[in-house]
């Protein structure tokens, strides 16, 4: 799915927002729970939304009240052997960048199209990779700038897994090429990865390497950067003295000229998690202006260990939101999760994610698995009957000096079987307050909740959403806001997906 992560955080106004109405769009007799969709964003008043059904390609648009006013097919997009689609909007313009293999090369093409969805240009070929199988998951992966003054696509290379070739293109927002660089990474290590990738607002690419030993804690790390005009990797060694990291996240802070790199660290491997290691990059003068950790202490850990004992109150937990403010803190939220079945309970040292960045048996290319919004959904667990959790949320605020200001966690208690399309939640910034949307089953209903997070940490549960009807469940994990105060986020109708405007007046 499309990164969520938000950019600024609140504006500091004493007032209580509620949401104010969800409106649905008609369920259309094709667009079957089998459907691959994706949220593509608010263009003037209008509303566009990508679907897939049955290797066909649309482009729907909906009115302020979800009313469907266009369906437009793209026939250019190939029937089959579409691999990946990535959507891009600006206030006049989308781009569309897509992936599909012919014969044995996989070729990455764009086309812009105008506020209704329609192609303004023929497509433009912007790379190719000759490869020597079908290639079942995406090749390269595409990266916007925050501002959307610049598009990056890079594609990892691992048939050499001692020297992995990584190759980038910058573009413009306009689709001139700034740079193109083929670089080598060395892997020096049997189990080392790449994490997760970001660009900051000059184009630079950041991202983490690390080493875990057999799926274990990470014992060596270092943030990643490749300057935009530059062919080298600057690296930076992570300080781990007597700990050990578990999944790294980053998150881009264009504002204060900021990387925040994140993990939850232990302090004996394969133990119980201790606190949070954090390192804050100051990209002005090419050092770190914060590294340290923070402890969670007992109180926190009470709040937030669900039926865990206290010791093992976090080992559930994944970082899911780093959120910058403008004093150069930043608000860390991270949610519980694991899966039961009937033959074992799998838990974090299984590993599930491991690296983000994972590689097919006959896929000589990594891809990763936070960027891709085209297969998304997990589509049941096969044979085994698998019930899936998502439990409470904890929200860390750690001032521009590492310290803790507030910390508060939100109760909640989800599973599934078979399927999480209706756990999770997504995070809404309204300006004033971040709001935490989610499902909660009531009276034998799933009802999506809004619990609201005030500047000071404060939570409160707001009222019934209006228009709240029976008979749609949202997947709000999956949903996108498209501007200030409006987030789309998709449902399910009996048999079918919808789509559902929730309006923050």
């Given amino acids: 799915m499309k990164t969520i992560f938000l950019q600024s955080i609140f504006l500091f106004a004493a007032q209580a927002l509620h949401a104010q109405q969800i409106v649905y769009s008609e369920p259309d007799r094709d667009d079957s729970r089998r459907m691959i969709f994706e ?18 390609n649309f482009i729907c648009v909906y009115d302020n009240n979800m009313k469907l006013i266009q369906k437009t097919k793209h026939e250019y997009l190939p029937d089959e052997r579409l691999i990946n689609v990535d959507f891009f909007p600006y206030t006049d313009h989308i781009y569309m960048i897509y992936q599909y293999q012919k014969r044995n090369i996989v070729h990455c093409a764009a086309v812009k199209l105008d506020p209704m969805g329609k192609k303004m240009t023929d497509p433009v070929e912007l790379d190719t990779s000759q490869i020597g199988f079908s290639a079942n998951n995406k090749i390269y992966t595409v990266l916007s700038t925050e501002d959307k003054k610049k598009i990056i696509i890079f594609k990892i290379n691992s048939r050499d897994k001692q020297k992995f070739l990584i190759s980038t293109k910058l573009y413009t927002d306009n689709l001139d090429l700034l740079k193109s660089s083929r670089l080598v990474m060395p892997m020096d290590e049997r189990n080392d990865y790449l994490g997760e990738f970001t660009t900051d607002n000059d184009g630079n690419l950041v991202f983490s390497k690390y080493y875990r030993n057999s799926n274990e804690n990470i014992t060596k790390a270092y943030l990643v950067i490749k300057k935009a005009m530059e062919d080298s990797f600057y690296y930076y060694k992570i300080n781990l003295d007597k700990i050990y990291l578990d999944d790294v996240r980053i998150r881009v802070d264009n504002g204060n000229n900021k990387y925040y790199l994140n993990a939850f660290y232990y302090k004996q491997k394969r133990g119980n998690i201790d606190g949070l290691y954090f390192l804050v990059w100051d990209k002005t003068t090419s050092s770190p202006s914060l590294e340290n950790t923070h402890t969670f202490n007992e109180d926190l850990r009470s709040e937030a260990k669900g039926e865990s004992n206290i010791k093992m109150a976090f080992n559930d937990y994944f970082i899911r939101n780093v959120i910058p403010k403008k004093d150069g803190g930043f608000i860390l939220s991270a949610e519980a999760y694991y899966t039961t079945s009937r033959f074992n309970a799998w838990n974090r040292w299984d590993y599930m994610y491991r690296s983000p960045w994972l590689m097919n048996s006959l896929d000589y290319y990594y891809y990763s698995s936070y960027y891709n919004n085209y297969f998304w959904r997990n589509g049941g667990s096969g044979s085994q009957s698998v019930r899936y959790h998502a439990d409470n949320v904890i929200i860390i605020s750690l001032d521009k000096e ?49 619990f609201a997070m005030t500047p000071d940490g404060q939570i409160s549960r707001n009222p019934t959403l209006k228009n709240l009807d029976k008979g749609y469940e949202f997947m709000p994990k999956y949903g996108k806001q498209v501007s200030a105060k409006i987030l789309i986020v998709p449902c399910y109708y009996r048999n079918y997906i919808c789509f559902g405007k929730i309006d923050f007046n």
């Fill in 402 to 450: 590492g310290k803790l200001e507030w910390n508060n966690v939100i109760r909640k208690d989800q599973f599934d079987d078979d399927s999480d399309d209706l756990l999770s939640y997504q995070l809404m910034n309204t300006g004033g307050q971040l709001h935490f949307l989610f499902n909660l089953l009531e009276r034998r209903n799933l009802l999506l909740n809004d």
């Fill in 39 to 56: 949220v593509i964003g608010k263009m003037g008043n209008n509303f566009l939304v990508y679907k897939n059904i049955r290797s066909d």
